[in-house]
């Protein structure tokens, strides 16, 4: 079982201990960040410059930021709205401005698109792979240290793990740590648990005995990042509907982000839970009621 803190100054203080000042993070896309002990590892490498800190990642989330008190004025309350206490990676706005120290680098291998346009640190060190090479990609600049959000449950008395979101390179990755592991390479595995992670099934679920360290805290459940989506309209359900039709029972599919996902997802939930009106629906979109 893990060693449990409530306390991230605490987890890097044990990570410090065991792998030292050189520190590769890798962490996964997205809402998947534990982005408390994201900040707390890049602040302790700002005050402390012998501490050399790697960030291997993708999609780190801002909020939008205002260019002027106008804009201000009207994005702040939007903003504080729609994001709430979502706790922004403080290497990512650092990037974004061009203010990361020497002792930090930062490689996303996935940008907001148009988020970074103007910041040399992260033109400079985009990692350009395909999203099945990123665990390799990873391995080969050397991480030692993997962190993870995950979701928790207790079932029978028994703690249950998840990784959640985005768990495809996290989980690509376990079989290589243990293989590196035999050959002496250290790599600690760090999951931080959050009450809003859903909690996803099958290749996501994770012992956890497969964390060296875990941040269980609810000081530490911020909201997670959720813009709004747009509603959707009939042009894009439809497409929904005959798409679901070609998927088959028990098959597998991977899903984009946007509202054809959304539209598509919807039509084979419907499929699965009211069968006879998603049937419905398929004929009379394609025949007419």
């Known amino acids: 079982m893990p060693e449990v803190f409530d306390d991230v100054g605490h987890c890097v203080d044990a990570v410090l201990k065991r792998v030292g000042t050189r520190i590769v993070l890798a962490m996964p896309l997205g809402i ?24 291997v990642t993708a999609l ?23 994001f709430g206490s979502y706790v922004e990676p403080d290497y990512a706005r650092a990037m974004h ?20 346009l103007g910041s040399r640190q992260a033109q400079r060190h985009y990692l350009s792979a395909n999203y099945t090479h990123v665990a390799r990609e990873v391995l080969a600049r050397g991480v030692n240290v993997i962190a993870h959000l995950v979701a928790r ?35 600690v595995m760090v999951g931080e648990t959050h009450a809003q992670m859903p909690f996803m099934t099958g ?3 994770v012992a956890p ?24 309209g009939t042009v894009d359900h439809a497409i929904g509907v005959y798409a679901s039709a070609l998927v088959r029972d028990g098959g597998t599919l991977q899903v984009g982000i946007g509202e054809m996902g959304d539209s598509l997802v919807y039509a084979l939930l419907l499929r699965h839970q009211q069968n006879a009106a998603a049937a419905c629906t398929t004929r009379c979109s394609s025949r007419g009621c």
């Open 32 to 55: 998947g960040k534990p982005n408390p002990l994201a900040n707390e590892f890049y602040r302790r490498a700002r005050l402390d410059p012998a501490i050399d800190l790697t960030i």
């Open 60 to 82: 780190s989330l801002l909020k939008p930021a205002a260019r002027s008190p106008l804009e201000g004025r009207l994005l702040t309350p939007l903003v504080e709205r729609v």
């Open 97 to 116: 401005d061009d203010a990361l120290p020497g002792n930090v680098r930062v490689i996303e291998f996935f940008l907001a698109p148009g988020a970074f």
């Open 153 to 187: 449950r207790t079932v029978n008395g028994e703690m249950q793990l998840s990784f959640g979101s985005n768990p495809d390179v996290t989980v690509d990755l376990l079989p290589l740590i243990e293989s590196e592991r035999t050959s002496e390479r250290d790599i």
């Open 203 to 205: 290749r996501a679920l």
């Open 209 to 232: 005995g497969r964390f060296d360290f875990l941040i269980d805290s609810a000081r530490y459940d911020y909201d997670l990042f959720g813009p709004p989506n747009p509603p959707l």
